[in-house]
């Protein structure tokens, strides 16, 4: 028999990102707030040795264990899914502070023309631009509406950086300025320039300055150490939720942190959700938690896993193209980029920070006309100096041999001799591509795992093509001896690291039928659960999802209070 | 230029005019959101200056970088040719026969050679780098989703395969001494190094074709076992005396690169987990 806990005004279903931002201003609001973690307390103190690239980068120390849940995937609905048993193409957050803690806080906005993406391809180009099978969606907000909670987003994290000359328009400057240029940045500054190109600082969440931010919460600036993508920061400089948003709310004395509590169930009854149910995962206990509001912010996979498995919202169904519950799941395309050999030059490339680097969004977007390109959208290209580590950074000139005398002498030669460039390509929704229950695997408590079916399209070859072609010029006008860059995409693969970058499957829209939740991140189908996280983007943009996600979490906030107040459905 | 930043002045001073999470002036992360575990902490690590507590792990670290240091130089391990270092008592193994220890000895060096520019594999401790990987975890595939049904899935699905990496190596080193065997009446070991080469290419290529294991993924997974053990933190086992980051002027970890991050390339002399112990 399940536990039965005192009533909450609020649930929180993971406390990542999303998760930490919610608690943090429900609490200075005044609600109770339950925060249910599945994963362990984190802290900077746990960071002395961090500075660990087997133990971090090449045996996950920090996320999710697979041995207790994984995904399954199949390329296509005529082949069995199968799990990931090892980690490969995205590693899953776990833990206080999820994927916040080790990413690397490259924070953009997406840019107006992506939450307006069918409306405006077809007004530019005519319906017939997209294709037969694409899904894609405006989201029932526009730029301008989500300006203030980017803004708020970007406060509270202190994002540094400079204004982008081809993105919506801001109500203010970036917090703090950009981060510090390196020599190869100002290669890439200079070389953008005269192709004609307009180059500006990534938006970074590392700091390139002290900060205190509105909530009065102070950090260090960051020291280039080049510990940050699969890493916690041990100065507490880069921007995550355990830094950030959770002492925020731990102050008010109204959050309650339970870590270590796996939620299996959102419970509810005619059209409203009553409570969780969740395993305390170090006794085995079942226990149920009452609340007023559910809140969901568990990452794009369990965020559609509890829904499916809770029985709440329409489950998708590929075969007529009904549904909501995993529709348009889309992800990133990373590899179009291109490497540059300097024989003439080296770089410090062993220091630098997650989000350090120099950005264009000439090639994003519809910032370029695509009447006669055989893809829509596009990309965001940029030279970033994340710290190169040196087992999983062994770059050779394409021919040279893979090991052995000749491998080790280039390598060696190489490691502070190469640069790079690379996009973070959109992705596009498409109606064969979803999320779902697998039929036969099952995770540590017998619960069906997520299955994905997903491959890329032609549309992502010909980006992934047209993006590498660009990074390549790049490099070339930078003046590297050697230039490698991607040919052919090939089929979406599980085994290699691209991205991160999951979204989709509880999308958002204007209106039920096509979309899941509002633009507060209310589902429409029971009016007191909020929804939050990329799961909500129709398709995914030319840039990594946080500063998005991050808006979204101040907007659902701020819904829910309003629903709190007056209740039923907000828009 | 060369340069050690862990012992630059400039980078012991910065932490000093940095605002903390400590500051009880700032608000809601000071006083009891954190615990006193934080406190106590910081007042151990006898790194506050006035009432300014830093924030992060940065400041017992900077407090204590110096005596990690030394700590480090007095009980490096013991190079084949120093006479008196201590012995280096890591060296020794915990799932490897000395048979099949001697195979990955031989076959890493090959993969990672000696030449000029340094030691190669075997110098460097990578074979006792994998022995010891093989024995927890990694070996047993402790994280990994482990559970049937097992089906043969298309390339893009990845490994499904049911046998642990430890047995994968004991079958892919014992194919490898076979092969060895068929090919030239020796062990692996025991042949001469273009042989060997020849060896792991048609493990490759899969021009081996095996039964119960693919010949080219073992082979991959010795050439990136090979490199952790090349480039991991000394403390397990490869990498001896930071050798293999030194051959390509990798610093290891450093505490803060602000001095150089605006310039051209700097040498660093690196430094390893070790200095970042705080002295006890
Ligand atoms: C290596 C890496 C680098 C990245 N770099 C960038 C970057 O530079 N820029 C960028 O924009 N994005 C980046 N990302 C992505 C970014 O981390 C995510 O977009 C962000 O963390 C998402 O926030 P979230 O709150 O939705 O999910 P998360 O931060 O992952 O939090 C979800 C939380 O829910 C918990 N949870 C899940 N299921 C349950 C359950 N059943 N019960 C209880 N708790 C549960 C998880 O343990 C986790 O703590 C990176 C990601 C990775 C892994």
Redesign the interface.
Known sequence: MAKTLPKTDVVIVGVGWAGGIIASELTKSGLNVVGLERGKER???D???V????RYS???EMMQ???KE?IT???NEN??A?????Y?SFLLGDGLGGSGVHWNGQTYRFLPYDFQMRSMTTERYGKNKIPEGMTIRDWGITYDELEPYYDKFEKMAGISGEENPLGGKRSNPYPTPPM????SMQMFAEATKKLNLNPYMMPAANLSE???NP???????C????YCERYG?????KADPV?TVI??A??TGKFQIRTHSNVRRILHKGGKATGVMYIDVTTGEEIIQPADIVVVTSYVFNNVRLLLMSELGKPYDPASGQGVIGANYAYQVIKGSAVGFFEE????N???AGS?GISIDDYNGDNFDHSNLNFLHGGVIALSQTGA???QN?PVPSGTA????E???K??HY??RTLSIGAQGSSMAFKHHFLDLDP???DAFGDPLMRITFDFEDQDRELAKFLAERCSEIMKEMGASHVDYLKELG?????TYQSTHNTGGVIMGAEPGTSAINNFSQMWDADNVFVVGASSFPQNAGYNPTGTVGALAYRAAEGILKYREKGGLLV | MERNSSRDTTALE??K?????E?SS?????G???DSS?RK?LVNSGYVLGTLA?????SS?FGCAKDGEDNADSSAPADDNKEAAAPNYNRALMYFTQAQFRIVEAATE????E?E?GP?AKKLGVAFFIDHQLAG??GF???????P?F?A????????GRLKRRELFDIGLRELDNYSQTTHGKGFAELEPDQQ?AA?KAF?TEEVKLTTISAGSFFKML?SA???G????P??GGNLNME??R????????????N???????KIEPSS?QA???SH
Request: hydrophobic share 30%; with cysteine.
């Open positions: 802290k900077t103190e960071y002395y040795m500075h660990d690239e087997l090449m045996r996950y264990d697979l041995s994984t995937f199949r390329s082949i069995r199968l799990p990931m048993r090892q490969g510090k240029k390196t020599p002290n900060y205190t909530d009065g919460v102070a950090r260090a600036a020291q280039y150490c080049g920061c041990e100065y507490g400089a830094v002492p925020v731990n102050k030059k080296q770089f410090n062993f220091a630098g350090l580590r040196p087992i062994n893979a090991w052995g005398a491998f080790k002498k390598s060696l490691a502070n036969t695997y099952k089929p979406y693969e599980i085994m | 910065e932490p005019d940095q605002a903390s999470l500051d700032s608000g809601p992360d000071s009891q959101v954190h934080r902490f830093v924030g992060g792990v940065i670290l090959r993969i990672f050679p030449d520019s190669g975890d990694w595939n402790g994280r990994d989703y482990m559970n049904p089906f899935g298309e390339k893009e699905q990845g490994y499904q080469d792991l490759e050439r090979t490199l952790e090349v480039y991991s933190d403390l397990y293999g980051w051959m390509r002027n990798y610093p290891g970890s450093q505490m803060s690169y602000l150089i991050i605006e310039k051209d390339f700097t987990l970042h112990l705080a």
